[in-house]
């Protein structure tokens, strides 16, 4: 068959725990003798899946079942590109893993190349179809047009990840506080800017930055403006139980204009366009950056990085300045459900085993593997919980980094454990997190929709180009080559006679049939 491409707190979620008596005790062979599965896996940090992972050696001790690397595509590292060759060449493995295929597989999974798993859940995975008894409206968000779920997700775990952090002795210095609103952040940054906190006698302060520009982007909030409806960068929103697109809002038009504004006064990094991702260690190493809106855990652990080299430093997390309207909000929120994780083949001859084998990494014993790692190993049980070794979490190495080698926290198909994080984010960020807990500050998020064919190719004819004109337009307004004010009727304008309003159509029929909206 060939186919072819159609263009928290810790406690707060690990406590919605429902695991299903499913295993003999100790026991999880699914067969008696060693079965061969062959995988694709493609995802960010690995091109292919490696037997050798200790996990997955201890997989194939407690289940019998042996997974084989096939993945296509290990010369690129675009999931996507590698998902398009694997289908065009029409020979998949058994299991189909990868990171953001979630739209290929829902694609291609009526169309005959991937196994609908109601059926398989409902007879032989007791504890995925727990889990998702749980939280129907995930099933809703990962299942295609035809009412069927064709991949197991990733599904992570916590409610907070970014989050404001500020220089605390820069501010001490200055005889400053925290700012509470959109105005005292302005004075925050004009004063990091002009009253040299640093000390150097130099105007060389970054005021605000960011690893990714999107972080800048997202600051519209301020001026009641949206940048996503989910975790990932420019998504649709809901709104009013509709679907739009955030970058033809007002809030958005009125935000992005006063960016703009604080670009030009050198309030945003100069270069938040091209510093990249190591923007935050050469700027808080060099003494330099003030403000940022980053990932809790690993901001936070600049504090013991930097006290011995910079006297005093303090960085700290700190609620988001209330908006214009008073309100305030953080818009990144931790997703419940990506678009990655693993699929069964039509080709596979072993359906039945490989649906117990996923739903071996939603019993207690296989959750705490592929979150933790090999027990004994990596952690160790204290009190009924998984603590990580000490040369784990004192490593100079991220300990996520140590994880993903081993095989574990790999974006396949299973439950991701918070307790894994929480034991690495350092006191100021669990303080942090925990202030923000006290605040209502998330807001819902926009979890996908399945198109069927029709709806998919009149996305794939417009929204392309259309995103990317947004983009262009809204890097040029930030770097001053246009005004937003100025242009925004022209602008909506050409993103209508590209096409918007038939993708927001196509949108939000999907979404009615998907969530009853």
Known sequence: MRFTR??????????????APAWAEDDYKIVDKPLELTIHMHWDRARGYDEDYPVEQAARELTNIHLIDKTVGKNTTESGEAMNLLLASGNLPDIVGAQRFKQAVNEFGPQGAFVPLNDLIEEHAPNIKAFFDERPELQASISAYDGNM??????????YGRAFFIRQDWLDKLGLDRPQNVDELYEVLVAFRDQDPNGNGTKDEVPFFARDWEEMIRMVTLWDGRSSGSDTAHDFMVADN?????????GYRTGLANLAKWYAEGLVDAEIFTRGTSAREYLLSEDLGGLTHDW?????????ALSDEID????????????????????HRRIPVKPDGWAISTSNKHQVETIKYFDFWFTEKGRLLSNFGVEGETWDMVDGEPVFKPEVLNSDRPVNSQLWELGAQIKKGYWQDYRYEWQWTAQAARDGIELYDTHDLLVDQFLGVAFNKDEQAVYDKYWPSIEQYML???????????????????YIATVNKMGYDQVIEVMNAAYTRQYGG
Do not use: C
Not at 6 to 19: D, E, I
Not at 479 to 487: M, R
């Open 6 to 19: 159609f263009t928290a707190l810790a406690l707060a979620t690990s406590a919605l725990t429902t695991v």
């Open 150 to 159: 064709y991949y197991i997700p990733y599904l992570p775990d916590g409610k």
């Open 242 to 250: 509709q679907i739009v697109h955030p970058y033809t809002q007002e």
């Open 296 to 304: 809790f855990a690993s901001t936070s652990g600049y504090n013991a």
């Open 312 to 331: 005093g430093f303090n960085f700290v997390p700190f609620l988001p300045p209330a908006s214009v309207s008073g309100v305030r909000m953080e818009e």
């Open 472 to 490: 262009e337009r809204q890097q040029a307004w930030v770097l001053g080559t246009g005004d937003i004010e100025a242009d925004w009727d022209a």
